[in-house]
Every structure is written in C-alpha cells, then in structure tokens.
C-alpha cells in the first residue's frame, strides 16, 4: 500500500517548517533509511529519511517551500509495482484531488520589522502604553530577545549564563544574536550544572552584577531550588538589608507537548509559594518583553516563567525606546460584564478562545491576565468580579494549592458579599502529566472545560 | 612541604584502531561465541537506532537520543551483568538495558510514548531502573540500590550506571560518588564520554584531563577505557563487578568515545561539530574494529557478517511491528492516569476515575 509522506515533526515544539529540497526525484527507487529531502526548522536543518522500501511516487510539495505545517503530506511513497494513477484515484477522496504543490503557498506572517497598527487594540488597555503607539508584529522568542539585548546595552552588569546560551543561542533559540553582540564575557555558556549556575549567578547577583541565569527548562531549576529559596529569596531578609539579589531565573515552564511528566508541568504556584521572590509569567509578546526588561531593572530575584508553547506566537509589541512595564499589575486581555476569567501564561489564550465561543452564546466574559503571580495583583481581579459577580480561574497546573486556588480564597476574604455563584477552577488533572497522547489530552486544560465551568457559575447549564 | 597523598589514572586498550590486538588479550576475548555475541548486539543496536530516528522523521517516534558510534560502552558493560545485579540506566542507556533483557519494542514504545515501556517484561531486568531523563538524578539512585544492596546484607549483587560526560559537572553526581566510597558500596558507575553534552565540547566541561579522575577525591578507583574497544569495556566492568560483588566497593570507569550522532532528534550537530573532528572519529568507531577482529580470529567471515546485518534489520522490523501494533491498536484506557498515581487510590480519586470511565474518556 502506498504511503504518505507527511512533514515530519523533528522536535517535540516544532509546528511548521521548511523543505530545503528533495534528494530524490519522482520515479526513484529507495529503500528505508535512504535520504528523501533536507528539512529546515528554526533549530536545525535535519535529513528526512524513507519509512519504508518503495518508489517515490509523487512529490506533493516542491523544493524550497516554507513553513509548511507539521502533518501535511509532502510526498507518495508506493511499494514496488504498484501504480501511481491507481494510488491516486484511492488517495482522491481522502485528500485533496489536486496535486498539493499547485497551491499557492500560504502567505508569510509580517516581517517583525513591519509596522502595522490595526491591532495596537491588544494592548491599548494598557496604561504604561501611551495611546497612537506604533506597534510591530513579533513573535514571543524574538520579544524576550529584544528585552535581554536592550538591557544588556543599558547596563554593563547584565549577563545571561545558562547551559547551551551562548553559541547554541539558547535550547529554544531565545538568545539568538546575543553572543555575537555582547561576546563571550557577558553570554556565559556553563557546565551542566543548574545548582551551580544558579548558586554562582547568585553569588555574582549579591555581588553587584545583574546575571540572568537561563534554565534550559523550568524542570531543571527543581536541582536549584535550595539556592532560589534558601538563598536567593531570603539573603536580603536575613542580612538585614546588606546583601540584596537582583538575578532573574528565566525559561520555558509548564506543560509542553508530549514531553512526559518530567518536562511537563507548571511552577507558577511553587514559586509564587516564597516570600523575597517576585514571580512573572506573561501571555503576549508585548507583556513578555515589557516585564523582562522590568525584571532585570528589579533590585530583588524575579522567577520569569516563559512558556515553550508560545515562543513561535506572533503578538502587536510597541514600538517603543524602553518598554517596560510595572511587576505586579494584572491586564484585562478582554472587557466583558458576564463573569471573570482569570488565567495567566498559556491559559490566558485557552480564556480568550472560551470568551469567544460563551460570546457566540451570549455570556460576555472579561478575561484577566494576571501577568504577574507574586506580587498578585488581586485588586484588578476584585474589580472586576465586583462588575461581573461571577469567577472562574484557568490555569494550566495542579488544582491543589495552586494560583487559582489562592485566588479563589482571595475573593471569598475580599468579594465574598458580590459573589453570585462559586469561584470555579479550571486546572490541568492532579496527575503527573501523562506521555500517551490520548492520556495527555485529557490531563489538560482546553477551552471546552472552561466554557462549562463559566456556564455553572452563570447557571446556564 | 610533605607529600600526603598523589594519584594516577590508568587507560585500557585492547584492540587499536585496526582490530589489531594492542596488548595480551583476556581469556573471553578467543571465546568465539562471546565475541560474535557482542558484535550482534552492537549491530542491532546501530539498525534499532538508525530506525528509531527515521520513524520520528516521519513522526511516528518522539524525541529519541541515538548510541551511534557509542555501542561498545554499553553493550560491553552490560555483558558483565548478572541475573541478579541491578541496571540503572540513563536516556543514551538503550544498549545497557537490551544488554540486560529489556525488549526492543519496550525501548521503542518508551520513547514512542507510551510508559508501558518501562514495565519490562522479561524477569531478568524486572528491578531495574526506568530510564533517568534529568540529567544525574540516576547517580543517587544507583547510590540508593547499591545501599539497599549493603543493608539487607546480600552478597553477589551489584549496581551498574551511566552517564554522559556532561552529567558529571552536576552536583549529584559527586555526592553519589561520595557516598559510594565512605560507604563503601557496590556499585560500578560507566562515564559514556562521547565529547558533546548537546553542544558543549568536553574542553568546555572540564579543566580535569580525564572524567575518571573525578573518583580520586570520593576515594573510589577509577579508570579510562578505550570506549570504542569493546573488549576493553568488557574486561574493565567485568573485573569492577566481580570487586562490588565481593565487597570492594565502588568504581568509576571512563569510557572514551565519540557521539556520531545528533543528541537526540531534536538536535542538528552538523550546526556545531568540526566536520573533519567527525570524519576522524568514523576512523575508530566500534563496530568496525570488532569486525577486523573477528575477521582475523576467524571467528566469522565476511559472508556471516552480511547475514548478521540481514538478521539484524530483520529482528528491527519485527520488533517495529509490536510497537506499532500496541501504539496503534491497544492505547491506554483514561483510568491507567489513575492506576499508577498512588499504590492505592485515595477515595477522591477514586471519584473522579469512575467518572472518567463512565464519561468514556471523553
């Protein structure tokens, strides 16, 4: 039976990418392991091996084609003596009966350097963001980037350190450009070794410098967390002011994708937990950049959870000399008067995809994005339940003991007298994130439970 | 000044880079059974690799960390492995773990994604260890089985682990040797140094000439092996064994090679790796040099070497097959996030696993 070729996935972040070119031609025998095509990622230019024995039939997507989404059949494998004509009257109804490659290829995103306006409305709300400011597309790599390089031309004692930083510009490629900017001296490529980098970037933070110390993923900071805590967070306290730490511990944090229980899980609350520690996990490009940049002016250590997720999304940034933004103010993503989401990082796009459909029915939900989880900005949040009577909390993470747990409490101490139905929360299963895809999707969030869960605390179902 | 203490650190090599015998060979090295045995299991291990990597190509794999070029260090340490030793193995570990009864299939469903794969079936590896995917965590974990080992007082039963070049820069890697030479426990650690921790070349990792030396000050033997000499791995690890069986303690043994692969399919070493540093490597790699040995020992001859390679691509395909058939056809129900949560479930949970059953996974 013939086979498609379909763009493969070479790593577990990758969602399109682009063919170099093909190795073979149509018509050419190959056997398993034989070299089909040279694909390009973000990360990598990787070689696109044969499945299985057979002749290539068809070549649905041509050389040089770009971002090419991860799953679309690129090719036709046939076995030996099978014929492409039949091959493509059975392939008909499944897939599309034109030849694929006569398509035009989907058009590219702005160029992070176009200017555009349309969309300033995402972030017009916010008020460290003058109104008429010009904005540029950009995605959430190239946001943090920018902040860690605007930063460091501001200030001498700005460092990055992590393991692969430097000439490997960062596992998920955030610090691409760095090292050939700043130079080895200031884009420090360590041993591995996150206790060390952590308890060195420390030492150098009491010292006066300002290092910002990558953890290839927040997973890795659990063999750190003695000196986030037991020292980072409350050396300040415990010199009586001698010493103070301004270090910010970044990377990716929460669930990934089909990554294991391991690397899939969110810290959010486990830091939020510690007083000494400031806590940010922003959604956007534009929050990303925006409190980075804060993070690293900070005198105190700043935990600065990314997400792996949303690395390639495009967002509006300002375009501005120095945006930065307060830590510690949350940001209505979405006004509405029905019920309050809140959710923050990932889940704040889970909340607005929700706000969309429960809008489509009738129930307007203003999602808050908290941005920042300690300090935790619960006046933004009382505000907004005092409008709308109603709350329910997304976060991707364990229900117990977690952010949505906290801010569940918050509101009873604080809005009890204007709530009109239980908070309700929205979390990831309280089991170890499963590897098994099935198993996985279950354990997540995803914006049908959130809909439900805003429909009982509305008494809509 | 007085001299308190000095230290030297010694290489094995048996074969050269020609499968030519480099110093007097240990007995098993004329054992032909032996020798055919560690070159099928190196040869089947470079035919389960190239696979693994060309079904993620076509996404039908996730993430998979390849042994290419490394197959001598594991499949020669494991060989020493006794039915009641215990493996605890790290992510580059598939060598060790076939070497000691775990199913092919059950290494491709692991990395496939599927847990089940660490429920290995055959009874001779049923206490080892599920792969360590953190970098040094298995370190203190050997420590631990290696303890327990020493506290029931059971004799003829050691731990065997390993990890790469890189993992020891982590601090669990020097507590564990630590504890294993104060305690004196039985326990063999296999430093797989194949020069790159992703990207980072070994002059970047380490000031210190050699990775065995860091047994020096945990007061633990340690020893560089030519990684690529299977024999030499073999006799070394044997020999540390038979030292941790009896009540000697703990070794570190270094094992030199070289990664001629990417990281994982998530990598792209040609990004970053000298081109002619890789092409020199291919001069020494392992499985190459055994067949010249086994060649001039008249052990096999090139015709069986052909059939071996067919056997092997064969026993991939048929192992390929139960991976598929289980990844396909039998998926995990919804309760299996519930079975293994606790040993037994707590009555909230309980709730919530019956309400995913009746809900049918949906």
Redesign the interface.
């Known amino acids: 039976m013939s086979i498609e070729?379909?763009m493969?996935?070479?790593?577990?972040t990758m969602t399109e990418g682009a063919i170099a070119r093909w190795l073979v031609k149509e018509g050419d025998a190959v056997s398993?392991?034989d070299l089909l095509a040279e694909?390009e990622t973000d990360?990598?230019?990787?070689?696109?091996?044969?499945?299985e024995d057979g002749v290539l039939g068809r070549i649905l997507v041509p050389d040089g084609t770009e971002e090419i989404a991860?799953?679309t059949p690129i090719g036709v494998l046939l076995e030996d003596g099978e014929d492409l004509n039949q091959v493509e009257l059975s392939l008909a109804p499944a897939a599309e009966p034109a030849p694929r490659a006569a398509e035009p290829a989907p058009s590219p995103p702005p160029e992070p350097d176009e200017v555009t306006t349309s969309a300033a409305a995402a972030v017009a709300d916010d008020p460290a963001v003058p109104a008429g400011t010009e904005m540029v597309t950009m995605t959430v790599r190239e946001a943090l980037r920018d902040a860690m390089a605007e930063e460091m031309r501001h200030d001498e004692d700005v460092f990055l350190i992590g393991?692969?930083v430097a000439?490997?510009e960062g596992?998920y490629k955030v610090s691409q450009g760095l090292l050939a900017e700043f130079g080895e001296r200031r884009v420090v490529?360590t041993?591995?070794?996150?206790?060390?980098i952590a308890g060195l970037g420390i030492g150098a933070a009491f010292a006066g410098l300002r290092p910002i110390v990558e953890f290839m993923t927040f997973?890795?900071a659990?063999?750190a967390i003695d000196q986030m805590i037991n020292s980072a967070a409350k050396t300040h306290y415990m010199s009586g002011g001698q010493l103070t730490c301004p270090i910010v511990f970044r990377g990716p944090n929460g669930p990934a994708s089909?990554?294991?229980a391991?690397?899939s899980q969110n810290y959010g609350a486990w830091f939020a937990h510690i007083p000494g520690l400031k806590v940010v996990a922003p959604y956007s490009a534009a929050d990303s950049k925006g409190l980075l940049k804060a993070a690293i002016r900070d005198p105190n250590p700043v935990v600065f959870l990314e997400n792996e997720l949303l690395y390639g999304r495009t967002f509006e940034v300002p375009q501005l000399d120095d945006h930065r933004l307060p830590i510690g103010k949350a940001r209505i993503a979405r006004p509405g008067t029905d019920v309050t989401i809140v959710a923050y990082s990932i889940a704040v796009g889970v909340a607005l995809e929700a706000a969309e459909t429960l809008a489509a029915e009738g129930i307007e939900a203003e999602v808050v994005d908290l941005r920042t989880l300690r300090p935790l900005d619960m006046a933004s949040v009382v505000t907004s339940v005092k409008k709308t009577n109603r709350c329910v909390v997304v976060e991707e993470g364990w229900p117990q003991c977690s952010i949505a747990s906290e801010v569940s409490a918050r509101l009873i101490e604080e809005a009890f007298d204007w709530l009109d139905a239980p908070v309700g929360r929205v979390t990831g299963?309280?089991?170890?994130m499963?590897?098994?895809?099935?198993?996985e999707k279950?354990?997540l969030i995803s914006a049908d439970k959130v809909v439900a869960s805003v429909k009982a605390a509305t008494y809509k179902d | 000044m007085q001299k308190l203490a000095s230290f030297e650190v010694n290489y094995l090599q048996y074969l050269d880079e020609g499968g030519k015998p480099a110093n007097d060979l240990p007995d098993f090295a004329d054992d032909h059974e032996v020798m055919v045995g560690l070159y099928r299991s190196m040869q089947l291990l470079r035919h389960l690799d190239?696979?693994a990597?060309?079904?993620?190509?076509?996404?039908?794999m996730?993430?998979y960390p390849a042994s290419e070029g490394q197959e001598a260090v594991g499949v020669g340490a494991s060989s020493c492995l006794s039915d009641r030793d215990v493996l605890v193995p790290y992510y580059r570990g598939t060598a060790m773990m076939l070497g000691h009864g775990v199913q092919p299939h059950e290494i491709l469903l692991y990395w496939g994604?599927?847990?089940r794969g660490s429920d290995y079936q055959n009874p001779l590896a049923k206490e080892d260890f599920p792969i360590a995917?953190?970098?040094?965590t298995q370190m203190l974990h050997a420590a631990g089985v290696a303890s327990a080992i020493k506290l029931r007082g059971q004799k003829d039963r050691a731990v065997l682990t390993e990890i790469g070049e890189?993992?020891t820069?982590?601090?669990?890697f020097y507590e564990a040797l630590n504890v294993a030479g104060v305690w004196n426990l039985p326990m063999v650690c296999v430093i797989n140094n194949n020069q790159w921790?992703?990207?980072?070349p070994s002059e970047?990792?380490?000031a210190a000439q050699t990775y065995a030396q860091k047994a020096v000050a945990a007061g633990i033997e340690g020893l560089q092996v030519d990684g690529n000499d299977v024999i030499a791995v073999k006799d070394a690890v044997g020999k540390a064994l038979d030292k941790a069986r009896n009540g000697g303690g703990a070794t570190l043994i270094e094992a030199v090679t070289y990664r001629l692969c990417d990281h994982t399919?998530?990598?792209?070493a040609?990004?970053?790796e000298d081109a002619k540093a890789r092409a020199e490597a291919e001069k020494k790699e392992p499985l190459g040099r055994l067949a010249k040995y086994l060649l001039n020992l008249g052990a096999v001859n090139e015709k069986q070497l052909d059939e071996f390679a067919v056997a092997a691509k064969a026993e991939v395909e048929k192992e390929v097959k139960i991976y598929f058939d289980i990844l396909e056809n039998k998926?995990?129900p919804?309760s299996?996030?519930?079975d293994y949560?606790y040993a037994e479930l707590p009555e909230r949970?309980r709730a919530?696993r019956d309400e995913?059953m009746r809900r049918g996974?949906e």
Request: proline share 9%; no cysteine; glycine share 8%.
């Open positions: 070729i379909l493969p996935a070479l790593s577990p398993a392991g694909i990360k990598a230019t990787m070689e696109l091996e044969a499945p991860v799953g393991e692969e000439h490997y596992a490529d041993p591995i070794t996150e206790q060390g997973n890795f659990m063999q089909r990554v294991a391991q690397h299963a309280d089991v170890p499963p590897y098994a895809a099935n198993l279950l354990a | 190239a696979r990597v060309a079904l993620q190509r076509v996404g039908r996730r993430t994604g599927d847990e995917v953190p970098i040094a890189g993992g820069s982590e601090g669990e921790a992703i990207s980072v970047m990792q380490t399919t998530a990598d792209d040609s990004r970053y998926p995990q919804p299996a996030m519930f949560l949970f919530q995913v996974g």
